[in-house]
DNA sequence: AATGAATGAGAATTCATTCAT
DNA sequence: CATGAATGAATTCTCATTCAT
């Protein structure tokens, strides 16, 4: 507590009410009021409200994505069909749990929406874009290796996005006590079939 | 009749701005300037701002819906793989069709997010959860016929929510030059393949 | 006074309070307060304070700059030394005449000084160069003629600028009870003087 | 020694910003981060931002002020006209070179104006009083010896003033690349033919 | 003496809404 | 119905100054 500092106080205090109300609603004021500081002090530590909201997101952001990146690697890695699975399974595991751990800022993210050419759409997009090609470019392996099946991508890369980040929205922030672990299961289960996953595969070669 | 115009003038410019600019950073003062009337007019027609915010809305979100619950009845309707195939085809068509009849409202929409408590929550959890229950009850009905599998209706609805939802969103707003045909072939072959469709389904029976 | 408009009444007593308080010191407020309306309604007319500003300071030095411009023609002009003498007289007459008609804004404008890079540098400094290119070439077209004799008419001109520019400053915002008609006389006896003006000067010629 | 060093790098600093960018618009935090000292460390040394702008003015004032109190008494001083061309000479000279010598502060002061009722009236309209007092007291002096021949000596003086003044913020702030000695020549030559002095004076009396 | 975080009063500006004409 | 001037509450941000360390 002695070495919390302001800044993180304000930060803390930001998230909070962010969620609360949103970025609009939210006033300066409110913030400091909860961080139990006075007005200016905000201005010592952020150039503006946007300041201290981009702070936030981008260090959440950053958490996911490092994450992501280093994990979709392995997205659909696997010699056999159940060394798959399992790989498959240990992404989405990731990806939900670094959003539990970080489920206030998650929540204050999809909040906002896409916003409109501000601040969101260049956040929101970006993330949205990040994680497409990302999951565009584990799938077009997979595609290549005969593991799964899809027309194009792109489109299967917007699909899994799609139902990834509306899952994790809906039930870590709408609906919180929904069975993690069935859930998971569920999502690699749809997946793959969406995909006509090969569940018999079962190369040796590569 | 003269106050039939004024109204839409109004309508037509509040969409164009609250697209281009979201609720919070529309102006009143920028509404009646496109619509070319006085600023005081438009309180002749409307209640506030968010009065013609949830207007417009609310006006989609009929369609949307009427749209919806009419067809939803026969989502996977049929007497065998085929029929239900065409069904499902059908109404992700529908789906695709309405929302690009009211691409301008849809954007909007899509733009504002799901919102803190406000109005926009109220809105887009509203037809969130509307559009899961009627998906939920559809499957309910086509496990039962083993139609599909899937281990939880709720999770599955949510699942088809989140897919066509934000590929809507991707492919309407954010990368409009997308084959529509194409995309609604893959979303109900991804679809049924993760429902575990049976294609073999032939059934006399009924 | 019915035809005193909101706009005239925010000119009038911004003029007021910035004499008093001096630009940086003014308030928006103050001015508000003054004319009667309220802080919003200021806005409907000036972008700012310093919008009211300029458009004050611009209508006065448009005033002086188009009486000294037609004036200014015939600084030196007449055939005889007592013509050339009557002319000084009236230019210098008109000089003082706006600035006693405008004493407000010209008080305004003096007490503000040159500024730094901002509105008052580009203000002042154009009114200060604008006079003395006008008196450099009337003082060009006099030497030339052999009527007053002066080493550099450039400097010539910053002499004749300060020399005006201060003397108004002092009589008629420091120190207000002067006479002016005797002021006027000893102002051009002195210029002339200064300038070796040729009191025997009598072309028949030109 | 080291407390020397701290407030001088201040008072350097602060003029520095003040010059460039006016009193009011210069922030305590501009002349510290300049100095290169904390910002609670200028406070050890002024009691205020407007304590060290008096304190740089006055230090400035008071060498301009004690310069021409000593200069200003031999103004017209001498026993035959070339004599006393040469002291009104090195007068113009002396106020020359201490405008020169500090011409930070000199700039400085002028670009802060007259001000209005706060900090600067008071000190530009001292310095403006003294000196024109101090000049007209010369030339009181001058005319009763019949050396000069003025109607009304404090008008003569504001001339004077005014003259000196605007020519130094000409030359020596907006148009620096003036030859002073030039300029010297030409403000003495036109004082006196503008006094309309005696230059075939040469008392032997006295 | 030096530091620099904290303060908080204060200023400009915005904009939804009202209402007299 | 239409108008548009007037309103004023609300909000962000600034910055001189203080003070505990």
Chains 1, 2, 3, 4 share one sequence.
Do not use: W
């Not at 994505?65 to 690697?73: A, G, P």
């Not at 800022?105 to 916003?115: D, K, M, Q, S, T």
């Not at 690699?188 to 006509?196: I, R």
């Amino acid at each position: 507590m002695g070495e919390f500092t302001t800044k993180q106080a304000l930060i803390v205090s930001a998230i909070r009410i962010f969620r609360q109300k949103g970025f609009q609603m939210t006033r300066v004021s409110d913030i400091v009021a909860d961080a139990g500081v006075a007005q200016g002090t905000f201005y010592n530590y952020f150039k503006s409200k946007e300041a201290i909201f981009r702070e936030i997101c981008s260090g959440f952001i950053e958490k996911v994505q490092s994450k992501f990146l280093e994990r979709s690697e392995h997205f659909f890695d696997g010699d056999t069909a159940s060394e798959v699975i399992a790989n498959v399974q240990q992404v989405v595991r990731d990806i939900f749990r670094i959003y539990q751990d970080n489920l206030d800022v998650a929540e204050l993210l999809f909040r906002e929406g896409i916003g409109n050419g501000g601040i969101f759409k260049e956040i929101y997009e970006g993330m949205f874009l990040l994680f497409m090609e990302l999951i565009e470019e584990q799938m077009l392996k997979a595609v290549d290796r005969g593991l799964i099946h899809i027309e194009d991508v792109r489109i299967g890369s917007v699909f899994l996005f799609g139902l990834f980040e509306r899952t994790l929205l809906y039930f870590m922030i709408i609906q919180k006590d929904t069975d993690l672990n069935q859930l998971e299961r569920m999502v690699v289960d749809f997946v793959l079939k969406g995909l006509s996953f090969d569940y018999t595969f079962n190369a040796k070669t590569r």
